[in-house]
């Protein structure tokens, strides 16, 4: 059982990016996925989180209108599409899963699996 995030890189501001987190081992149809991103010199911080009516919650004001989160049920993906990047979303972004038989949300202390991490940058 592993997650993988993957799709980071370096990107101007004003940018997009899009982030892929991939499992393998077990389908993500019964988890729900968040989203989780940790700044240089501060604590990680959820961002979105998505379940199983494919609905989503926001837990980030600032990515609120930018950032959206979807499934890919072929590639067995969760995939967070940036826009409109800011150097303040610079941060080593994760992926978690929780089991939705135990619940629809992403507490981020309470999460099944978290993959590695990958790296956005936003500067010019």
């Known amino acids: 059982v592993q997650l993988q995030a993957s799709g980071g890189g370096w990107v101007q501001p004003g940018g997009s990016l899009t982030l892929s987190c991939a499992a393998s081992?077990?389908?993500?149809?019964?988890?729900?996925i968040g989203w989780f991103r940790q700044a240089p010199g501060k604590e990680r911080e959820p961002v979105l989180c998505?379940?199983?009516?494919?609905?989503?919650?926001v837990y980030a004001d600032s990515v609120k209108g930018r950032f959206t989160i979807s499934r890919d049920k072929a590639k067995n993906t969760v995939d967070l599409q940036m826009n409109s990047l800011r150097p303040e979303d610079t941060a080593v972004y994760y992926c978690?899963?929780?089991?939705?038989?135990?619940?629809?949300?992403?507490?981020?202390?309470?999460?099944?699996?978290w993959g590695e991490g990958t790296l956005v940058t936003v500067s010019s």
């Open positions: 978690a899963a929780r089991r939705l038989a135990r619940g629809s949300s992403c507490p981020y202390y309470d999460m099944d699996y």
């Open positions: 081992g077990f389908s993500l149809d019964y988890y729900a």
């Open positions: 998505i379940t199983n009516s494919d609905g989503s919650t």
